[in-house]
C-alpha cells in the first residue's frame, strides 16, 4: 500500500515509525513531516490544513490510505473532502472530529448521555457568564470552546482571574472563533490519565493507558507546554478503574456519537481525571494524543496497517489488539525558552549514538535535515524513547538516551515517568 500520513510531529514520527514496520506498506509519504520523519517517508511540502492540495496529492500519486493526525484538519472536514474523492482516509469525518472540536457541544453531549463529567454551564454571551461567576465557588476552570492549541483551558483562582479570562476569550478573542462561547466548569481534583482507544463506530479497543507531564519544569513547576514527556502504563489506571471506564465512558460515548447520527470512526482520546467520586471526562480529542503516541504504539504487537483498515471497514470486532508487557517512558528535549521564545537552527549530535541501543528510538518533534545533518526546528525537538520491561527500567534508559543527544539550549525534564 502507498500510505500518506498527513502532519509533522513527534506523534507523526511515531505514527509512521510504526507503519514502516508493516510488510503491507509499499510506500510512505508525510506532509509535511519533519527532518526525522523524511528518513522513513517522502516529506511532501504540503500543509497540514491544504485540503485541497492533500486530495490532490492523493490523487496523482495512486495513495491507498490518508492518514489524518492533527486536529485542525480533522475538524475543518479533511476526512470527508478525502472520502468524496474516493480516497481512503483513517480518522473521522468533520461532524465527528466536532467531539474535540466544540467543547460545549462535547460536554453536552456527556450530559445527554449519563458520561461522568465536571458541573458546567455554557455561556454565549460574556455579561451573563460574568454575572454567573459571580455566584461561583473558586477555584473554577473557564475554557474557550473550540481549537486553542491547547491552551483554552484557564483555572481561575478568583472571580477577578476568571473575568479576565472570559474578557479575553470572547472580547479579546485571543483565540479567535475558539472563544465564540465558553464553557464555565466545576474545578475537579484527582491525578490525570490518557487513554486514547481505536473505534470504528461499533467497537471500541482502548490501548495501554498513558500519563503526561504537561509542565515545563521538574515536579510540574513552569508554564503548561504542549507536553514534556510522557509514560506508559499508568501506575493508578486498575483493571477495575478500567472496567468502569469501558462501562460508564468509553462504550456510552461511542454509542452516544451513533445515535446523534455523527458515527466516530478513528482514534478516540479520553482524557481522564480519577477523583474520588471515580473517574471523570476531562476532554475528549478526536485523534493519537501527543507525546502520549510516542509511548503507546511502541507496546503496540500488531501491525498498525491492519487496524486502521479494520477501522476503515468498520471490522474492528474480528482484530484482536495485542499489546507488550513492558513500560515505555518518552522525554522531550526541548529549545530552552520554551514554551516561550526560543532560538532554533542548532545542530543535533548524538542520535546514532542515542538509537544504537535496540529499545530507544528518537521521534523528532521539531527538526529539519540540512547536508545530513538534523537542525533543530521547533520548541518540542525530540522525544526520546526508550522501552524495558518496567518503568523504572525504561526511564534510566530513556535518560541514557537523553544524554547522549546535544543542541545548544536543550532543555528538559529530569523527573519523567515519576508520578
Ligand atoms: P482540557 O484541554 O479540557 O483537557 O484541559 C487541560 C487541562 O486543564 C487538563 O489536563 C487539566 O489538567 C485541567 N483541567 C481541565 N478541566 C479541569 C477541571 N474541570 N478541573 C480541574 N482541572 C481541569
Ligand atoms: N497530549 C495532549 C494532546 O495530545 O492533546
Request: with cysteine; glycine share 10%.
Given at each position: 500500500?502507498?500510505?500518506l500520513v498527513v502532519g509533522?510531529?513527534?506523534?507523526?514520527?511515531?505514527?509512521?515509525?510504526?507503519?514502516?514496520?508493516?510488510?503491507?506498506?509499499?510506500?510512505?509519504?508525510?506532509?509535511?513531516?519533519?527532518?526525522?520523519?523524511?528518513?522513513?517517508?517522502?516529506?511532501?511540502?504540503?500543509?497540514a490544513m491544504d485540503i485541497e492540495?492533500m486530495v490532490?496529492?492523493a490523487?496523482?500519486?495512486?495513495i491507498?490510505m490518508v492518514v489524518v493526525a492533527p486536529d485542525d484538519p480533522l475538524a475543518a472536514g479533511m476526512v470527508d473532502a478525502l472520502e468524496e474523492a474516493g480516497i481512503r482516509a483513517f480518522g473521522p469525518r468533520k461532524n465527528a472530529a466536532i467531539l474535540e472540536a466544540s467543547?460545549?457541544f462535547s460536554?453536552?453531549l456527556?450530559?445527554?448521555?449519563?458520561?461522568?463529567?465536571?458541573?458546567?454551564?455554557?455561556?454565549?454571551?460574556?455579561?451573563?457568564?460574568?454575572?454567573?461567576?459571580?455566584?461561583?465557588?473558586?477555584?473554577?476552570?473557564?475554557?474557550?470552546?473550540g481549537l486553542?492549541?491547547?491552551?483554552?483551558?484557564?483555572?481561575?483562582?478568583?472571580?477577578?482571574?476568571?473575568?479576565?479570562?472570559?474578557?479575553?476569550?470572547?472580547?479579546?478573542?485571543?483565540?479567535?472563533?475558539?472563544?465564540?462561547?465558553?464553557?464555565?466548569?466545576?474545578?475537579?481534583?484527582?491525578?490525570?490519565?490518557?487513554?486514547l482507544a481505536f473505534t470504528d463506530g461499533k467497537s471500541v479497543?482502548?490501548?495501554?493507558?498513558?500519563?503526561?507531564?504537561?509542565?515545563?519544569?521538574?515536579?510540574?513547576?513552569?508554564?503548561?507546554?504542549?507536553?514534556?514527556?510522557?509514560?506508559?502504563?499508568?501506575?493508578?489506571?486498575?483493571?477495575?478503574?478500567?472496567?468502569?471506564?469501558?462501562?460508564?465512558?468509553?462504550?456510552?460515548t461511542v454509542e452516544a456519537m451513533n445515535k446523534e447520527g455523527r458515527k466516530f470512526k478513528g482514534v478516540l482520546y479520553?482524557?481522564?481525571?480519577?477523583?474520588?467520586?471515580?473517574?471523570?471526562?476531562?476532554?475528549y480529542n478526536a485523534r493519537f494524543?501527543?507525546?502520549?503516541?510516542?509511548?503507546?504504539?511502541?507496546?503496540?504487537?500488531?501491525?498498525?496497517?491492519?487496524i486502521f483498515n479494520a477501522v476503515i471497514d468498520e471490522k474492528l470486532?474480528?482484530?484482536?489488539?495485542?499489546?507488550?508487557?513492558?513500560?515505555?517512558?518518552?522525554?522531550?528535549?526541548?529549545?530552552?525558552?520554551?514554551?516561550?521564545?526560543?532560538?532554533?537552527?542548532?545542530?543535533?549530535?548524538?542520535?546514532?549514538?542515542?538509537?544504537?541501543?535496540?529499545?530507544?528510538?528518537?521521534?523528532?518533534?521539531?527538526?529539519?535535515?540540512?547536508?545530513?545533518?538534523?537542525?533543530?526546528?521547533?520548541?518540542?525537538?525530540?522525544?526520546?524513547?526508550?522501552?524495558?520491561?518496567?518503568?523504572?527500567?525504561?526511564?534510566?534508559?530513556?535518560?541514557?538516551?537523553?544524554?547522549?543527544?546535544?543542541?545548544?539550549?536543550?532543555?528538559?525534564?529530569?523527573?519523567?515517568?515519576?508520578?
Amino acid at each position: 500500500m502507498r500510505i500518506l500520513v498527513v502532519g509533522s510531529g513527534g506523534r507523526e514520527h511515531a505514527i509512521v515509525w510504526k507503519l514502516a514496520q508493516s510488510p503491507l506498506v509499499e510506500k510512505l509519504y508525510c506532509a509535511p513531516g519533519n527532518g526525522g520523519i523524511s528518513t522513513l517517508a517522502e516529506c511532501v511540502p504540503i500543509k497540514a490544513m491544504d485540503i485541497e492540495g492533500m486530495v490532490r496529492f492523493a490523487k496523482d500519486n495512486q495513495i491507498d490510505m490518508v492518514v489524518v493526525a492533527p486536529d485542525d484538519p480533522l475538524a475543518a472536514g479533511m476526512v470527508d473532502a478525502l472520502e468524496e474523492a474516493g480516497i481512503r482516509a483513517f480518522g473521522p469525518r468533520k461532524n465527528a472530529a466536532i467531539l474535540e472540536a466544540s467543547k460545549s457541544f462535547s460536554k453536552d453531549l456527556m450530559k445527554k448521555y449519563g458520561i461522568p463529567t465536571a458541573k458546567y454551564e455554557v455561556f454565549d454571551n460574556s455579561e451573563h457568564a460574568i454575572e454567573y461567576l459571580k455566584h461561583q465557588e473558586y477555584p473554577i476552570v473557564v475554557k474557550a470552546d473550540g481549537l486553542a492549541l491547547g491552551k483554552g483551558v484557564i483555572i481561575a483562582q478568583s472571580f477577578e482571574q476568571a473575568q479576565e479570562a472570559v474578557n479575553n476569550i470572547m472580547q479579546d478573542k485571543v483565540f479567535g472563533d475558539a472563544g465564540n462561547k465558553v464553557v464555565i466548569e466545576e474545578f475537579m481534583v484527582g491525578p490525570e490519565v490518557s487513554v486514547l482507544a481505536f473505534t470504528d463506530g461499533k467497537s471500541v479497543i482502548p490501548m495501554v493507558s498513558s500519563q503526561d507531564h504537561k509542565r515545563a519544569l521538574d515536579n510540574d513547576q513552569g508554564l503548561n507546554t504542549g507536553g514534556m514527556g510522557t509514560f506508559s502504563p499508568s501506575r493508578i489506571y486498575t483493571p477495575e478503574i478500567a472496567e468502569y471506564c469501558m462501562e460508564h465512558v468509553y462504550k456510552p460515548t461511542v454509542e452516544a456519537m451513533n445515535k446523534e447520527g455523527r458515527k466516530f470512526k478513528g482514534v478516540l482520546y479520553f482524557g481522564l481525571m480519577l477523583t474520588k467520586e471515580g473517574p471523570k471526562v476531562l476532554e475528549y480529542n478526536a485523534r493519537f494524543g501527543d507525546p502520549e503516541t510516542q509511548v503507546v504504539l511502541p507496546r503496540l504487537e500488531n501491525d498498525l496497517v491492519e487496524i486502521f483498515n479494520a477501522v476503515i471497514d468498520e471490522k474492528l470486532d474480528a482484530t484482536d489488539i495485542q499489546w507488550n508487557n513492558g513500560a515505555a517512558v518518552c522525554v522531550i528535549m526541548a529549545s530552552g525558552g520554551y514554551p516561550q521564545q526560543y532560538k532554533t537552527g542548532y545542530e543535533i549530535s548524538g542520535l546514532e549514538d542515542a538509537e544504537r541501543d535496540a529499545n530507544v528510538v528518537v521521534f523528532h518533534a521539531g527538526t529539519k535535515k540540512e547536508n545530513e545533518k538534523f537542525l533543530t526546528a521547533g520548541g518540542r525537538v525530540l522525544g526520546v524513547t526508550a522501552m524495558d520491561s518496567t518503568l523504572e527500567a525504561a526511564i534510566a534508559k530513556a535518560y541514557e538516551g537523553v544524554d547522549k543527544i546535544h543542541f545548544a539550549d536543550r532543555h528538559y525534564r529530569k523527573d519523567i515517568g515519576r508520578k
